[in-house]
């Protein structure tokens, strides 16, 4: 990548939010800094009614690798949702903290694991099972498909089976998510780079994995022009990065 235009890209993120002012996602849109300074404020006056939309902001910090606020989340889900009687939003939340679970597992243990007949991608992918089961029960929630997507797309490396899913979930948020929401707008565009990338990774077919490549690029320049907060620029640098690396060793 030309450092001049990363550099300018870089600067431009910090001026960006003060210039067209900080937009205010929803919980389940929050990672980083910007979930933990909702979870903080939650937690100051924690109550039933907002006990999903902390398990949503943990669940996120948790996508990043905080062990313990996982944990803290599947309790809260244990002991407050009573299987049977939980929702579909719930149910979908249960299973992507269970395959962060195994996100969160090291390779000595992943590897132990699938020796003694416990594989850690069997339990990822019936944790999968849960939230396209969920979906099927309210199909026309946008959380639910864009946690799909990214669970489809996060776990590519080990079960490349799933990206088909990521790609009917993508299809349906591009016909239904409300484009004046600028975070819909980056997320859906940044799920589109992240599932071009993976599927170029798996490619063996140069001028294919070629092609594939240059819709990563596409997306991820797509999604640059709604970046609406620190948080989402850091986000998308980070991908774009690898994108590009991945460009200028393969896509050449």
Known sequence: MNKLILFIFVIACFFYPTIVGACDPPSYFRFHEDAQER???LNQEQSNGNLLERIIL????AFHG???L???AEKLLEDNFK???RTPLVEVYDGSLRMIKVKHKNT???IFGSLFGNSPYKEARKSFDVISE???KDPNNINIRFVRASAAVETAEYLPELLVHADIDILWLEKNIDRSNEASVFFLFLTKAKFFYKSALKEKKKLIKNAIIEKAVEYIYQAGEFVCSNVYCREH???QEKIQILYHVDGK
Do not use: I
Request: charged residues 45%; positive net charge; proline residues 0%.
């Open 39 to 41: 979870l903080d404020s």
């Open 58 to 61: 943990m669940h996120n910090l």
């Open 66 to 68: 905080d062990k313990k």
């Open 70 to 72: 996982r944990e803290e």
């Open 83 to 85: 299987k049977g009687k």
């Open 108 to 110: 000595a243990s992943k």
């Open 134 to 136: 969920a979906l099927e």
């Open 237 to 239: 640098l980070l991908w």
